[in-house]
């Protein structure tokens, strides 16, 4: 059963790089049939998908946050990592991890980690 | 950008009562590419329905989606306590962009 896991810290400060990290379990990030991504929703509001990798590297952004994001991935560890720099309050979220199939949707998900931006 | 308006913003139903949620996208949707979800509190969202009417593994069939174009509908056929919970829908019909609306929560009435 494949399992999608977010790990990095809960708490950013205001103008620094909010970093995390999902680790693929039970199946292979190197599949064809897939992108990785990142969704994140604030507390008591809805979703918003932030981009989505290939294992190939190629990448894709949300453009309202392209400007401060970056998706990598790691085939040799199982793992893609999310990056937003210069964070506000506003990106206080749980941050999600999930899997896409190309014609499927995001048929698997990470269970989510928030992260506050606070001093 | 496909702008994706889910409507109502909330639906107050019983037990056993039909449920129809709508989901209308700004600019055609290719239906190979509309999807539904359902989060509960404090869960992350599970994939229902994808390319519009096919449902997911695992769900069940009083769950159904069709629709076409930009107007979209899921409909659970005689809600069960578990199916209280919030539903999005998205679109992937590109690469670059993906999109969610904005939620319909689904309440006890």
């Known amino acids: 059963q494949l399992q999608l896991q977010e790990s990095g810290p809960g708490l950013v400060k205001p103008s620094e790089t909010l970093s995390l990290t999902c680790t693929v379990s039970g199946g292979s990030i190197s599949s064809s049939s897939y992108y990785w991504g990142w969704i994140r929703q604030p507390p008591g509001k809805g979703l918003e998908w932030i981009g989505s990798?290939?294992?190939?590297?190629?990448?894709y952004y949300n453009p309202s946050l392209k400007s401060r994001v970056t998706i990598s991935v790691d085939t040799s560890k199982n793992q893609f990592s999310l990056k937003l720099s210069s964070v506000t309050a506003a990106d206080t979220a749980v941050y999600y991890c999930?899997?896409?199939?190309?014609?499927?949707?995001?048929?698997?998900w990470g269970q989510g980690t928030l992260v506050t931006v606070s001093s | 950008e496909i702008v994706l308006t889910q409507s109502p913003g909330t639906l107050s139903l019983s037990p056993g009562e039909r449920a129809t949620l709508s989901c209308r996208a700004s600019q055609s949707v290719s239906s190979s590419y509309l999807a539904w979800y359902q989060q509960k509190p404090g869960q992350a969202p599970r994939l229902l329905i994808y390319g519009a009417s096919s449902r997911a593994t695992g769900i069940p069939d009083r769950f159904s989606g069709s629709g076409s174009g930009t107007d979209f509908t899921l409909t659970i056929s005689s809600l069960q306590p578990d199916d209280f919970a919030t539903y999005y829908c998205q679109q992937y019909n590109s690469y670059s962009l993906l999109t969610f609306g904005g939620g319909t929560k689904v309440e006890i009435k």
């Open positions: 990798i290939y294992y190939s590297g190629s990448t």
């Open positions: 999930a899997r896409r199939h190309v014609l499927r949707g995001l048929d698997y």
